[in-house]
C-alpha cells in the first residue's frame, strides 16, 4: 500500500466480527478495507485446542449471506472447520483484506480519523473495531502465582490433553472452556478442576440455538427497561457438549473450590489442605482488545467503551463489534454477529450521507 491511503471504512480485525462487517459494508456500496494482524484468514480459530467443537450444529453458526456446510460425521463443527469456512467467506465476498497488518493507534484528524499501523496511515471517516478479546487472556492475580515452579498457561496456549498425560493438572475456570479442557484432560491426567461457584450446566438439549434466542430476548428486556429478563440463561453457563456431558456423566468433572494461594510445587486452600501440580491452566476469560483506540480517549467503566448498539458514544464515527453482549447480544459469536454488523455498516452508511 501507498504510504498514506484515504477510504470510507476501516475494519480493524479480520475474524468472524470483520468478516460479517465487511459483508455488510459492501452490501451498503463503501469504500472500505479490512485489516488482520493475522498471517491467515480464520481469526482466532486458528489458534484454539485441537479438541475444540462449536456449540451449535453448522446451520446455525453461519455469518450473513452464506451458510456454514455441514462437516461430514460431524453434529458440531470443529474449529478447523470454521477456519476453512472463514477462508472461502472472505474469498467468496471478495473482501479486502490486508494481512498482516497491524494497528498501533486511531486519532482524530479533523473531520477524519487516522489509522495508524505498521504498513503505513489510513485516513477514513468512520472505523469499525472489531478486534475481539483472544489476544487479551485475563489471569487473576492470585498470591504466589509467581512462586509456582510448574507450567502455567491460559486458555489460548493449551492444545492437546496428550501434552499433559500422567501429570497433575489443575483446571480453573467454571466457564466453557474450563468445562471443555477439564473434560479433555479427565482421562489421562490427573485432574483437579477449580471454579468459583459450582458449575451449572444448561439442560442437555440447549445448544448455541437457543443460547442466541436467550441473549437476544434478555437484551430486548434491558432495552425496554425491564429488569425481569425472564429466567433467560446466562451465557456464562455451560452447555453440555458431548464430551463435557460424557465426562461429567462419568463423574470424572467434579470441581473445587477456588484456592487462596499457590506457592512453589502446588497450591492451598483455605483450610490449609494442599495439592502437588505439575500444571496449573488458567481458563479465566480474556478483556477487549482495545489498545489501539487508546488515542481517542474513551474508555468507560469495566475497560468498555459506552456504545448505543454498537456506536462509540463520544465517537460516532467510531463503532465497535463482536466484542460481547455490550457491542449487540451474542455479537462474539458467529450466529449472533450478522445483526449488529447490519446496524453498523447501516448507521456508517446513514452518517457518510
Avoid at 479486502?96 to 471517516?125: A, I, K, N, Q
Avoid at 444448561?202 to 429478563?229: Q, S
Avoid at 465497535?320 to 446496524?343: E, N
Wanted: with cysteine; hydrophobic share 40%; proline share 7%.
Amino acid at each position: 500500500m501507498t504510504q498514506h491511503q484515504a477510504v470510507d471504512v476501516v475494519v480493524i480485525g479480520g475474524g468472524q466480527a470483520g468478516l460479517a462487517a465487511g459483508y455488510h459494508l459492501r452490501r451498503a456500496g463503501l469504500d472500505f478495507v479490512v485489516l488482520d494482524a493475522g498471517t491467515a484468514p480464520g481469526g482466532a480459530w486458528r489458534h484454539t485446542w485441537d479438541s475444540l467443537h462449536l456449540f451449535s450444529p453448522a446451520a446455525y453458526s453461519s455469518l450473513p449471506g452464506r451458510l456454514m456446510p455441514p462437516q461430514p460425521g460431524e453434529t458440531y463443527p470443529d474449529a478447523a472447520h470454521v477456519v476453512a469456512y472463514l477462508t472461502d467467506y472472505e474469498q467468496r465476498y471478495d473482501l479486502p483484506v490486508h494481512r498482516p497488518v497491524r494497528v498501533t493507534g486511531v486519532h482524530r484528524d479533523g473531520e477524519l480519523l487516522r489509522v495508524e499501523t505498521d504498513s503505513g496511515t489510513y485516513r477514513t471517516r468512520a472505523v469499525i473495531s472489531a478486534t475481539g478479546t483472544w489476544s487479551r487472556p485475563f489471569i487473576p492475580a492470585v498470591p504466589g502465582r509467581t512462586e509456582f515452579q510448574g507450567i502455567q498457561l491460559h486458555t489460548v496456549e493449551y492444545r492437546r490433553a496428550s501434552d499433559f498425560t500422567g501429570q497433575k493438572v489443575i483446571v480453573v475456570g467454571g466457564g466453557n472452556s474450563g468445562a471443555q479442557i477439564a473434560a479433555d484432560l479427565a482421562y489421562g491426567s490427573d485432574l483437579t478442576w477449580v471454579t468459583l461457584r459450582e458449575p451449572r450446566y444448561l439442560a442437555d438439549d440447549i445448544d448455541g440455538r437457543a443460547l442466541f434466542d436467550h441473549a437476544t430476548a434478555r437484551r430486548k428486556a434491558l432495552d425496554e427497561g425491564r429488569t425481569d429478563t425472564g429466567g433467560v440463561a446466562s451465557l456464562g453457563d455451560i452447555v453440555a457438549v458431548p464430551p463435557v456431558r460424557a465426562a461429567r456423566d462419568a463423574g470424572l468433572l467434579k470441581a473445587q473450590p477456588m484456592f487462596t494461594r499457590l506457592d512453589d510445587t502446588g497450591v492451598e486452600w483455605p483450610d490449609g489442605t494442599r495439592t502437588d501440580a505439575d500444571a496449573v491452566i488458567w481458563c479465566t476469560g480474556f478483556r477487549p482488545a482495545l489498545s489501539h483506540l487508546a488515542p481517542l480517549g474513551l474508555r468507560g467503566p469495566r475497560g468498555h467503551i459506552p456504545t448505543a448498539g454498537t456506536q462509540a458514544l463520544a465517537e460516532p464515527r467510531l463503532h465497535l463489534l463482536g466484542y460481547g453482549d455490550w457491542t449487540g447480544p451474542a455479537s462474539a459469536t458467529l450466529i449472533g454477529v450478522g445483526r449488529p454488523a447490519r446496524d453498523a455498516a447501516r448507521a456508517i452508511a446513514d452518517l457518510l450521507r
